[in-house]
């Protein structure tokens, strides 16, 4: 067992959210009943709390946090001035939450991941581990393209040297000083199930089964899931410019036996005009020179942004300043009266 742990610690749900108006009543009772128990066995402290980001929601989503925050202790909440995405808003959640707690544990607010394993991720967590992976043991409810397409993704990034835990998405705990590491990442470009297995702290897997979304609709449309995956691949892996690159040798290694084939029936004399074959040339050598270029593209317009280091989220409120605020007065307050 690792000394580091604590017996009853901090423990701080993070929760993006963008949109969630139907669903997020109905999160925060399932989120209390979870804290109010682990609180009652003494696993974790009764300072323990729920942060959700409000990812630029369009909907009611911020005022609903608001009003649960006047009634529910547990219930805090961090507003971005715009929407940054589902990673940025999710980072903002974690580094914000670790200057007060001793773990945080991400989840979607959609209810799809299953609340009863947050007690064996603190399990886990008092046996000395600083990463803990939710895992989905099965597929079995999601469509047939997006399991294929999904599995299709992890292999792929696997076979391109990319870290990844098989089936895990962004439900997991992490301690508080694996959240002080993970916030020394400064790239802008954020694929955080790539960034945590980096830190390199002793982690372990927890298997659950995942259920249907609870209410409201999903937030990664194929088209966002597509540029996600984009994302996770050329932010860790420069394999499929070295795949062009091999390309682009078969291709002139393939162009000089054609050559010499030319040549040899050139001299025999038995040259034929073809229209046909070189047309297919032409279009075959400038698609992949096409290709070639978006992809160098894509890694200069991530070299470009990350230059730049503009802020990867702007924070316009949050529900803890003003509690934390108005203890620091109350503590000036009573200094100046002694």
């Not at 997020?24 to 128990?37: A, D, G, S, V």
């Not at 007060?100 to 959609?110: E, F, G, H, L, T």
């Not at 001299?267 to 160098?296: H, N």
Request: proline share 2%.
């Amino acid at each position: 067992m690792n000394s580091n742990y604590i017996i009853s610690p901090n423990l701080t749900l993070v929760i993006p959210c963008y949109n969630e108006e139907a669903v997020l009543p109905e999160t925060i009772r399932q989120l209390t009943l979870i804290l109010n128990n682990l609180i009652q066995i003494n696993k974790i402290s009764q300072n323990s709390k729920i942060l959700f980001i409000d990812d630029g929601s369009r909907d009611s989503t911020w005022e609903l946090i608001e009003s649960h925050n006047k009634v529910n202790k547990y219930v805090h909440g961090l507003k971005l001035a715009k929407n940054a995405g589902h990673q940025n808003a999710l980072l903002a959640g974690l580094i914000s939450a670790k200057d007060y707690s001793d773990i945080i544990i991400s989840i979607d607010a959609d209810l799809q991941d299953d609340l009863n394993v947050i007690h064996e991720f603190i399990n886990k967590y008092k046996e000395g581990y600083d990463v803990v992976y939710g895992v989905r043991k099965s597929r079995s409810t999601d469509t047939f393209f997006k399991r294929s397409t999904a599995q299709g993704f992890y292999r792929l990034m696997n076979t391109m040297g990319v870290n990844l835990v098989f089936n895990h998405a962004d439900y997991r705990l992490m301690s508080k000083r694996a959240v002080q590491h993970l916030s020394e990442f400064k790239e802008v470009n954020l694929f955080l199930r790539g960034l945590v297995p980096l830190i390199g702290f002793r982690s372990t897997e927890v298997y659950y089964d995942r259920n249907e979304r609870f209410a409201g609709e999903s937030k990664y449309p194929l088209k966002k899931m597509l540029a996600f995956a984009f994302d996770g691949i050329t932010s860790f892996s420069v394999t499929p410019i070295r795949l062009i690159t091999g390309l682009g040798f078969i291709i002139s290694l393939f162009s000089i036996l054609v050559a010499i084939y030319i040549l040899i029936s050139k001299f025999s004399g038995s040259t034929t005009s073809g229209w046909s074959s070189l047309m297919i040339s032409i279009w075959f050598i400038g698609g992949v020179q096409l290709v070639a270029l978006g992809l160098i593209g894509e890694y200069i317009g991530k070299i470009y942004k990350e230059v730049k280091a503009r802020p990867k989220y702007i924070i316009e409120k949050l529900t803890l300043e003003v509690k934390d605020s108005n203890q620091n007065e109350s503590k000036e307050l009573a200094s100046l009266a002694r």
